[in-house]
């Protein structure tokens, strides 16, 4: 996530370089604003899958020790 965000960072940086217009700018930052709201959500999927996975968890012992027989 952190790759994609500095992405479009430089992206934003690049277009106020460039731009000759408001309207390139705006153009830019509102594909910015989907780029980051697509990945927030998908963070948010992937959390609620941790989430999920958190309930189905099997208790394991956490030292090294052998079964008692």
């Known amino acids: 996530m952190a790759h994609i965000l500095n ?9 106020i370089e460039l731009a000759d217009n408001i309207c390139d700018l705006l153009k830019v930052n509102q594909s910015v604003q989907q780029t980051v709201t697509k990945v927030t959500f998908l963070e948010q999927v992937l959390y609620a899958k941790l989430e999920a996975l958190e ?14 027989s």
């Open 55 to 68: 309930c189905c968890r099997f208790d394991c012992p956490t030292d090294n020790s052998e079964p008692e």
């Open 7 to 15: 992405a479009e960072g430089e992206k934003l940086q690049k277009a």
